[in-house]
Nanobody, 125 residues
Framework: QVQAVESGGGLVQAGGSLRLSCTTS????????MGWFRQGPGKEREFVAA????????YYADSVKGRFTISRDNAKNTVYLQMISLKPEDTAVYYC??????????????????WGQGTQVTVSS
């Protein structure tokens, strides 16, 4: 059974930083795009960032570009999201997910089949 477990969320002041981690098990990490999504209060789940197996081209939502960095350690089956210059509007539950294949559209949440339980990020003003 595929599992994804996020960690690293918390409460931080505006301008602060956090590093989220997502470790997966029960499947092969090989060849899959991994993504981060978030869902704020009263909002739909939205794309944040994604990274292919090779770690080459990465994808970001415009709202986080230049502030967030996605990376992965394939040997550890772990994907990371480094977040700096956090803003109150970044407050959300953050989810990691595995895309169905390396052909998936990395920005489309419907292209992801396994999701973690989420980790709360709260940014105070």
């Amino acid at each position: 059974q595929v599992q994804a477990v996020e960690s690293g969320g918390g409460l931080v002041q505006a301008g602060g930083s956090l590093r989220l981690s997502c470790t997966t098990s029960g499947h092969t990490f090989f060849g899959y795009i991994m993504g981060w999504f978030r869902q704020g209060p009263g909002k739909e789940r939205e794309f944040v960032a994604a990274i292919p197996w090779s770690g080459g081209t990465t994808y970001y939502a415009d709202s986080v570009k230049g502030r967030f960095t996605i990376s992965r350690d394939n040997a550890k089956n772990t994907v990371y999201l480094q977040m700096i210059s956090l803003k109150p509007e970044d407050t959300a539950v953050y989810y990691c997910a595995r895309a169905r294949s390396h052909y998936s559209d990395p920005r489309n949440k419907n292209e992801y089949d396994y999701w973690g339980q989420g980790t709360q990020v709260t940014v105070s003003s």
